[in-house]
């Protein structure tokens, strides 16, 4: 995440990090459950850590004599990640609980890190309501569940209507391919100068929010709706050599070299994210945004940039396929799990804490606040949730059309080689082709030659 730092120093700064924040271990008190979650760095923004204090009061008040300590890692994404997996090596320093990213839990499951969930999920009545897909996101290759799922999240354009009605463009846009997108990025340069046309995050700092808000929803968008563009199903092979990745790339090309996107030094910065959502948005200085439906989160009141005003500001428009073609719009979906590391001390208590967490009251309760996308059937179809925010319905309709990443030890380690890939063509240091011949090289290393080419 931060390519300045050296490995060694940054590994031991870590390590130690992580032996802090867990003290003496998971089992120094058996009625204390010890809970580990990602932190914003921007101090302004505690939705996740206000939810777990109410569920902290909830749970110590119905299980006297129970006590329950948070750890919060407070980290960027992939340092969050890296700090996670260094407690979770140790009995000493492994929580009774922690938040994975569906991402990375495959990763973390191979290295035998977390504890299959299904003697618990056996004999929860409420694991029933939760979505197929949502379940099958925690579920490893042995078949076995290793998270229950809090939410789940689509993606899609954001746009401002006052640098749209500026640039001539409507206020009901509805791009219809992705030439659609670059034109009236385009017309947004030419007419509304001062302001950033588009958005699409790019490059290693940004990290996942690269990978998968910006290159895998153009690279979903370049074939029909049943055929994985990254996985081979059918042979169990990482696919390279294919046109529909030079094609993305050549999307996140055009908008850097045209100088359609933000600066490149602002683009490749780790925090520019919580920039778009706290400053360049609300300011009404970026035209197009391809990013998620969790945004809200930052705006409503008592979080870390109030703005009230949002939904009167900002439209919504899905991401089109490439050409047009059928269904017409993509999306991509991950999310979050909770799950019980394998060497945690207190996994009953852990799991207790769980099911406080998953009533349908306290889930409806985190989905709006966090501006999540229901999982459990009984809160998509309450009116309450549809009714709660603007644009759950919009985001939760596009779950239709959604796609998830590979669910593969691998994919951590393919996601990296993707973001090099585009960080090459985003500062011009490579084209597009040595871009993309450079990822199939990285794809063999990181998947021991597990490749097909198409």
Known sequence: MRPTAAPLLLATLLTATALSACGSGSGSDP???????????????????????????????????????????????????????????????APDLVYEDTFLINSDITSGYL????????????????????????????????????????????????IFKKAGLPADWQPKTW???????????????????????????????????????LLYGTGDATSDPLYDTASKKWIAGSQAFKDALTF????????????????????????VRGELMPEGKLGINLDGSWLPQDWLKGAGHEWPEWSQKLGLAYMPTQSGQAPGKVSMSGGWTWSIPAKASNPDLAFKFIETMQTKAN??????????????????????????QPGIKFFTDLVASTHYR????????????????????????????KAAGGYDEELKTVTDNQVIRK
């Not at 699409?200 to 700092?205: L, M, N, W």
């Not at 889930?363 to 949730?385: C, E, F, H, L, M």
């Not at 590979?406 to 082709?433: C, F, H, L, N, W």
């Open 363 to 388: 889930a409806q309760k985190w989905y709006i606040a966090n501006s999540g996308i229901a999982v459990r059937k009984d809160v998509a179809s309450d009116p309450g949730y549809v009714k709660a």
């Open 115 to 162: 504890k299959p969930l299904d003697p618990y999920l056996d004999k929860w009545p409420d694991w029933n309501q939760f979505i197929d897909t949502a379940k099958s996101a925690a579920k490893a290759q042995d078949g076995k569940t290793y998270g229950v799922p809090d939410g789940t999240d689509t993606r899609g354009l954001w746009f401002d209507k006052g």
């Open 406 to 433: 590979p669910a593969y030890p691998a994919y951590p380690k393919v996601s990296t080689a993707i973001q090099e890939a585009m960080e090459g063509v985003t500062t011009g240091d490579s084209s597009v082709d």
């Open 31 to 93: 009625d204390t459950v010890k809970i580990s979650f990602k932190q914003s760095t921007d101090n302004s923004i505690r939705v996740m850590d206000t939810y777990l204090g109410e569920m902290k009061k909830d749970f110590e008040k119905a299980n006297p004599g129970k006590k329950v300590e948070l750890v919060p890692i407070k980290a960027p994404d992939s340092e969050y990640y890296t700090k996670l997996q260094q407690m979770l090596r140790s009995p000493k320093t």
């Open 252 to 275: 996140v090309h055009t908008v850097y070299k045209e100088k359609l996107g933000p600066d490149v030094s602002d683009a490749l910065d780790p925090n520019f994210p919580t920039t």
């Open 179 to 217: 030439d659609d997108v670059l034109a009236a990025a385009r017309a947004i340069k030419a007419k509304v100068p001062g302001v950033t046309p588009l958005n699409v995050y790019t490059g290693k700092p940004a990290g996942e929010a690269a990978t998968m808000q910006g290159f895998e929803m």
